[in-house]
């Protein structure tokens, strides 16, 4: 899945704070300076952080986990989840918050990202923090992958994990919205996006005369959460490119939206191999960490 808030690109994010730099398959990031679905993060602009290890190539949020990629990856192909260093994402997210705020809902400030060991695949990868969890400025819409862009949100944090490959990166955005109301709607845009995910990656592949393999489908649901993993032929931009699943989870509580994202690229003969029948219960544990 592979950041301009609406994905700088992945890489934006991640690089622009250094997540996407160095992954670059997943990203999220503001469009206001970069580039361009349902299975793991990538590279473009739209993550934050930048681990040392791999070059990133995308981010995600149009505000970068490396495809669905400036959160950030490591050398991998440019996806719009590839961090590439410690720094904080350069994702581009929502635009400037909204005058006088209502009292949310929810709570009032995003609490910490989840521990490491509470990532999915996180007996695999090892995952390790890159960096503690950022503050990013917002300027625009935010992107997630090429299919989910989202609103102005009042704030913005980041927490980028390098997996033990140094080219797989899992991002955690967690987003701010003026109240309960603005954040479900947020959450709905979301769900309404990934539905058409297949649809909307089918026709990019198209455009970059790339077979048209890509599968989206829902993996998990909770009451106020979604996981989907992405199957295809990555397009490089957001993206990596190149054969990868990208995995997205999406969770709502009061007036945070949190959207945590990681990918897995093909190496050699070697294909994603994740299990996602344990999508469940990384629904579950997102929405106990935003209740904290």
């Not at 997210?93 to 929810?106: E, F, I, L, M, V």
């Amino acid at each position: 899945m592979s950041m301009s808030w609406k994905r700088r690109s992945r890489h934006a994010v991640l690089a622009g704070t250094g997540l996407l730099a160095a992954a670059v398959v997943y990203g999220v990031g503001q469009q206001a300076s970069a580039s361009a679905t349902d299975a793991p993060a990538a590279p473009a602009a739209g993550r934050a952080a930048t681990p040392e290890a791999p070059a990133a190539t995308s981010a995600t949020q149009t505000p970068p986990v490396a495809a669905t990629t400036a959160p950030v990856r490591t050398t991998p192909p440019a996806r719009t989840t590839a961090p590439a260093s410690t720094t904080a994402p350069a994702t581009t997210r929502p635009s400037a918050a909204p005058s006088t705020p209502k009292s949310p809902a929810g709570p009032t400030k995003p609490g910490p990202a989840l521990d490491a060991d509470e990532l999915p695949d996180s007996a695999r990868q090892q995952w390790k923090p890159m960096g503690g969890v950022r503050s990013l400025p917002l300027g625009g819409e935010f992107q997630l992958n090429e299919c989910v862009s989202l609103g102005t949100a009042t704030a913005w944090q980041q927490q980028g994990f390098l997996g033990t490959s140094r080219e797989i990166v899992a991002v955690q955005d967690t987003l701010t919205f003026t109240d309960e109301a603005a954040a479900k709607a947020a959450y709905r845009r979301t769900v309404d996006a990934m539905k058409r995910c297949q649809a909307t990656s089918r026709t990019l592949q198209q455009q970059h005369d790339l077979p048209r393999d890509a599968r989206v489908d829902r993996t998990a649901t909770t009451a106020d959460g979604t996981a989907w993993q992405r199957r295809w032929t990555g397009v490089q931009g957001l993206s990596s490119p190149g054969d990868q699943a990208n995995h997205v989870y999406a969770v709502q509580r009061g007036s945070v939206l949190a959207l945590l994202h990681f990918d897995e690229v093909a190496s050699g003969s070697t294909a994603p191999s994740y299990d996602f029948r344990g999508d469940t219960a990384v629904l579950r544990t997102l929405d106990a960490q935003l209740g904290k």
